[in-house]
């Protein structure tokens, strides 16, 4: 099962269950491509983890962390599927990161990891947009991960069972495969994450953990398609500009 969020042709804002290009909500059928697709969440906060692939740490010639490392993205990084990301201005890089993103169902406080899954409402995808010009000159990553719409989310909600444990997780930037790796990767597991998170904070329901990124991340250009497909969940795609 895998839920979504969209407005309807009235302006209306619904929830539904996405089967195929048609949308199932309050008992009628909407087409896809006739509704605007809507982020499948609004998060308090997206609790991102760094380096959780040892290839991605490889590729970024740093350790790998001995404790998941972690930053925050605000709600106003949240962008949808299919929208149009704007790229900073007068930056030389801007990188794609695609990850399984991890969405909260429950009130989560000193969660053991044994425990996670019940509070677990479902996995979606996710791009971590990144300015390294200024990510690689500051310490807590406000400019290089905070700016306006940076997280593209979506498009659905999949139920925790629909992913498989050794899902594979793909990018493709005009159709050309970026990153492809597999969840397996991780070097901190879902459920562990959760853990050493919510012994720091609290997590609300619709919060979103970004589990991290795989190999391959690279630089996006003026009218970019990005597409992040993860197996079992679904297809997120969204277009860069530069601002």
């Not at 397996?184 to 619709?206: D, K, N, Q, R």
């Amino acid at each position: 099962m895998a839920r979504i969020r969209f407005r309807d042709p009235a302006g209306s804002v619904r929830q539904g269950q996405l089967d195929g290009d048609t949308i199932l909500a309050a008992s009628r059928r909407y087409d896809i491509s006739r509704v605007e697709v809507l982020p499948p969440v609004e998060p308090s906060k997206i609790v991102c983890v760094g380096r959780n692939y040892a290839k991605h740490a490889e590729e970024l010639n740093s350790d790998v962390p001995d404790r998941p490392l972690l930053f925050l993205k605000p709600p106003n990084t949240v962008a949808s599927h299919g929208d149009e990301i704007p790229l900073p201005a007068g930056k030389d890089r801007v990188d794609h990161e695609a990850e399984l993103a991890v969405v909260i169902g429950r009130q989560a406080r000193n969660v053991d990891a044994a425990d996670a899954d019940k509070y677990i409402a479902g996995y979606t995808c996710f791009d971590d947009v990144s300015n390294r010009d200024d990510q690689n000159e500051e310490q807590n990553w406000v400019r290089g991960k905070a700016f306006d719409s940076s997280a593209p989310i979506g498009p659905v909600v999949a139920s925790p069972e629909s992913l498989p444990d050794d899902a594979s997780i793909e990018l493709r930037v005009n159709g050309e495969t970026r990153q492809a790796s597999t969840v397996a990767h991780m070097i901190f597991s879902v459920p562990e994450l959760i853990e050493e998170i919510t012994t720091y904070l609290t997590l609300e329901p619709g919060d979103v953990i970004a589990t991290g990124t795989p190999e391959g991340v690279g630089p996006l250009s003026d009218g970019d398609h990005v597409g992040i497909e993860i197996e079992g969940v679904g297809t997120l795609e969204h277009s860069v500009i530069q601002d």
